[in-house]
T-cell receptor, first 111, second 114 residues
Framework: TQLLEQSPQFLSIQEGENLTVYCNSS?????LQWYRQEPGEGPVLLVT?????EVKKLKRLTFQFGDARKDSSLHITAAQPGDTGLYLC???????????FGSGTKLNVKP | DTGVSQDPRHKITKRGQNVTFRCDPI?????LYWYRQTLGQGPEFLTY????????KSRLLSDRFSAERPKGSFSTLEIQRTEQGDSAMYLC????????????FGAGTRLSVL
């Protein structure tokens, strides 16, 4: 059983559509990160959220950390083919020196 | 700043052979992490160093796996007597104690055990 559950696992949409990816857990995190990974490459950090209820925006991407710091969402507006990739969330637990990753959401944006 | 560097990028080996991977973290990053990622999954934590001290080690890391960071800079991950189940992407990440738990990943080493 994974500490962080991501949904959906796969998402195939048309260019211009909106989408939301969810990252859920029963554990409380000190911080949570979102990454994007392309095939054959390492994950690239998109954002870190630290405060419960925090909302961060990165161009067309909006990230939210749940009030209870157990869940997070990533919303993409007007998706573009360049957004295609594997989106990963990773949580850092208090007093632990490691990050727990979700299994990822594979996004395909068709032109 | 050249980012986190991993070498080699790809390694093909026969079952039973030993392999060693190297990670060069971002200069002056005192934290270093190793992860393993299989196809369709997120990275799984293997081990964590703060400077030269190995502070945490996953139960996933069997006796065949060993990691070192002798001078608190680069790190090596060795797998002895490789098995087909060891085939995966091995990722290294680095960060700083004052960096708010942010980690920066290398491009990884893809291991294929035949």
């Amino acid at each position: 059983t994974q500490l962080l559950e991501q949904s959906p696992q796969f998402l195939s949409i048309q260019e211009g559509e909106n989408l939301t990816v969810y990252c859920n857990s029963s554990s409380v995190f000190s911080s949570l990160q979102w990454y994007r990974q392309e095939p054959g490459e390492g994950p690239v950090l998109l954002v870190t959220v630290v405060t419960g209820g925090e909302v961060k925006k990165l161009k067309r991407l909006t990230f939210q950390f749940g009030d209870a710091r157990k869940d997070s969402s990533l919303h993409i507006t007007a998706a573009q083919p360049g957004d295609t990739g594997l989106y990963l969330c990773a949580g850092h637990l208090y007093n632990f020196n490691k990050f727990y990753f979700g299994s990822g959401t594979k996004l395909n944006v068709k032109p | 700043d050249t980012g986190v560097s991993q070498d080699p990028r790809h390694k093909i080996t026969k079952r039973g052979q030993n392999v060693t991977f190297r990670c060069d973290p971002i200069s002056e990053h005192n934290r270093l992490y190793w992860y393993r990622q299989t196809l369709g999954q997120g990275p799984e934590f293997l081990t964590y160093f703060q400077n030269e001290a190995q502070l945490e080690k996953s139960r996933l890391l069997s006796d065949r796996f060993s990691a070192e960071r002798p001078k608190g800079s680069f790190s090596t991950l060795e797998i002895q007597r490789t098995e087909q189940g060891d085939s995966a992407m091995y990722l290294c990440a680095s960060g700083t104690s004052s960096g708010g738990n942010i980690q920066y990943f290398g491009a990884g080493t893809r291991l294929s055990v035949l």
